[in-house]
Every structure is written in structure tokens, then in C-alpha cells.
């Protein structure tokens, strides 16, 4: 599997960006993905996440703002992002994993494909 992430770029604090993870390999979705994000200075921290089965989960300080979804037809899994904030800022990567059970979605290790990152900056 490989993973292209695309979609960021520079927003102001309160807007809104939108993701995009597109996979290639027939078997993607029996792939759970999940969204990681790295700040300058700062270990990688877990976002989040999305099952085969449509099952998502995240981390405590971002539900209600972010969302991830995803097409299997097309390949693809979204992170919504609204009423960004500066501590936002950071390099947003995807991962997928075909072995990744629910209480293994926040850690990186458990996933197997990596993309190469797509970079958000929330500033005024």
C-alpha cells in the first residue's frame, strides 16, 4: 500500500482544512488509516483514526473538531479539520495498517505504510 497525503496549507485561526489521504492497492479497505501529526520540536502525536469498519476514534483534546472518514471506492480517507488553532500547526501524516485492533488505533507502531506527510499552518 501506498499512501499520498494532500490537502494543507496555510489557514487562519478559527478555518477550516480538509485532508486527503489517497491509498493505492486493491485491498485498502480492510486497511484501518489513521492520522498522525508531528510540531515542530514535538513527538509524533496520534489524531485520528478510522477501521475497516468504519469504527473511528481520537484524541481527547481534538473530538468535536476533527473528523476522519473515508470512501473505500475511491481510495481515500478524509480528516476534516474546523475552527483550527495555532497549536494545530504541524506536519499531518497518514498511516494504514491491515492488523490494527481498536485499542491499538493511537499507537504508530501499529500501523504498517506510512505517506509522506502534508504540512498545516494556522496563523493570522
Request: charged share 15%; with cysteine; hydrophobic share 35%.
Amino acid at each position: 500500500v501506498q499512501l499520498q497525503a494532500s490537502g494543507g496549507g496555510l489557514v487562519q485561526p478559527g478555518g477550516s482544512l480538509r485532508l486527503s489521504c489517497a491509498a493505492s492497492g486493491s485491498t485498502f479497505s480492510r486497511y484501518s488509516v489513521a492520522w498522525f501529526r508531528q510540531a515542530p520540536g514535538k513527538e509524533r502525536e496520534f489524531v485520528g483514526a478510522i477501521r475497516y469498519n468504519g469504527h473511528t476514534a481520537y484524541a481527547d483534546s481534538l473530538q468535536g473538531r476533527f473528523t476522519v472518514s473515508r470512501d473505500n471506492a475511491e481510495v481515500t480517507v478524509w480528516l476534516q479539520m474546523n475552527s483550527l488553532k495555532p497549536e494545530d500547526t504541524a506536519v499531518y501524516y497518514c498511516a494504514a495498517g491491515s492488523r490494527v485492533i481498536s485499542s491499538s488505533l493511537s499507537r504508530g507502531s501499529a500501523y504498517d505504510y506510512w505517506g509522506q506527510g502534508t504540512q498545516v499552518t494556522v496563523s493570522s
